[in-house]
């Protein structure tokens, strides 16, 4: 199965740093839809908006329901989980195999997403007034516990788990880091971590755990490893086309990064 992962869209009602975010993300969308056939969903790992406003908010759902898919929202560092709820109906539990193409939610927060392969589990990093992150403590629990009828899971989260070596974003990272290590190694589960937060591509291992995280649909972040002021650069933006295979009872998770924005000039070699 497949599914569309996206993050850090900062939707703005202005131009953002020369970025017009709201055609970003309608340009996002349109390519999905003629490049991504068969994704059963889409997740966005947060920061949907710049600034949080009924306004944002409405553009940003009014694209994503254009997906045609169940779209999941989570909530960022600039975002307001409360404002979200206007326009982003909340939900604890969802079936994947439950949303027929009649009954399809146009967009959900759930805690948990229950699909044929495997189990996604939403953490909700946002701390009010502050960049920095922290996994709650019943979302800690979640984790702790495990997933049901021997499923692995996948945790989909804001900030990354993980020091990226950019000092000023490390700064505002995942303040209780070593709590979710211990319930992902109390838990034995899980199969992998995508997030956002960085606004760069970045994959690798933590705590043997793969993590993906996507840069930004709208403006990255300069790769700078020293000082403490944020500088910010004009890259390509994209998204990830994940691809989820069971062999053997073990998952096989491939997540292919679709650049949007670059000339479709397809040739043959």
Same mark, same amino acid.
């Given at each position: 199965?497949?599914?569309?992962?996206?993050? #850090?869209?900062?939707?703005?009602?202005?131009?953002?740093?020369?970025? #017009?975010?709201?055609?970003?993300?309608?340009?996002?969308?349109?390519?999905?839809?003629?490049?991504? #056939?068969?994704?059963?969903?889409?997740?966005?790992?947060?920061?949907?908006?710049?600034?949080?406003?009924?306004?944002?908010?409405? $553009?940003?759902?009014?694209?994503?329901?254009?997906?045609?898919?169940?779209?999941?929202?989570?909530?960022?560092?600039?975002?307001?989980?409360?404002?979200?709820?206007?326009?982003?109906?909340?939900?604890?539990?969802?079936?994947?195999?439950?949303?027929?193409?009649?009954?399809?939610?146009?967009?959900?927060?759930?805690?948990?997403?229950? *699909?044929?392969?495997?189990? $996604?589990?939403?953490?909700?990093?946002?701390?009010? $007034?502050?960049?920095?992150?922290?996994?709650?403590?019943? #979302?800690?629990?979640?984790?702790?516990?495990?997933?049901?009828?021997?499923?692995?899971?996948?945790?989909?989260?804001?900030?990354?788990?993980?020091?990226?070596?950019?000092?000023?974003?490390?700064?505002?990272?995942?303040?209780?880091?070593?709590?979710?290590?211990?319930?992902?190694?109390?838990?034995?589960?899980?199969?992998?971590?995508?997030?956002?937060?960085?606004? +760069?591509?970045?994959?690798?291992?933590?705590?043997?755990?793969?993590?993906?995280?996507? +840069? &930004? *649909?709208?403006?990255?972040?300069?790769?700078?490893? +020293?000082?403490?002021?944020?500088?910010?650069?004009?890259?390509?933006?994209?998204?990830?086309?994940?691809?989820?295979?069971?062999?053997?009872?073990?998952?096989?998770?491939? &997540?292919?990064?679709?650049?949007?924005?670059?000339?479709?000039?397809?040739?043959?070699?």
């Amino acid at each position: 199965m497949k599914f569309i992962h996206l993050t #850090d869209t900062h939707l703005a009602l202005e131009p953002l740093y020369g970025i #017009d975010t709201r055609e970003r993300l309608e340009r996002l969308a349109a390519h999905v839809r003629s490049r991504a #056939d068969g994704a059963a969903f889409a997740v966005v790992t947060g920061d949907l908006v710049n600034r949080a406003s009924p306004k944002a908010y409405g $553009a940003a759902a009014e694209i994503l329901r254009g997906l045609d898919m169940p779209v999941f929202v989570l909530a960022g560092n600039h975002d307001d989980p409360q404002l979200m709820q206007e326009f982003f109906a909340p939900a604890s539990e969802v079936d994947l195999c439950g949303l027929t193409e009649g009954k399809r939610p146009a967009l959900l927060a759930p805690q948990l997403l229950r *699909t044929p392969l495997f189990e $996604a589990v939403f953490l909700n990093t946002h701390q009010d $007034a502050a960049p920095s992150g922290r996994v709650r403590a019943d #979302d800690l629990a979640r984790v702790r516990e495990g997933g049901r009828e021997g499923r692995p899971r996948l945790l989909f989260m804001h900030h990354a788990p993980f020091a990226s070596g950019i000092a000023a974003m490390d700064a505002a990272g995942l303040e209780n880091a070593h709590e979710l290590r211990e319930a992902i190694e109390a838990a034995a589960d899980v199969a992998g971590i995508f997030c956002g937060h960085l606004h +760069r591509t970045m994959t690798g291992l933590w705590a043997g755990i793969p993590v993906w995280c996507l +840069r &930004s *649909t709208a403006h990255a972040v300069a790769p700078e490893l +020293r000082g403490a002021v944020m500088k910010g650069v004009l890259e390509a933006p994209e998204y990830a086309l994940v691809e989820v295979r069971c062999d053997c009872g073990k998952l096989t998770v491939l &997540s292919q990064t679709m650049r949007f924005t670059e000339p479709d000039a397809c040739f043959c070699l």
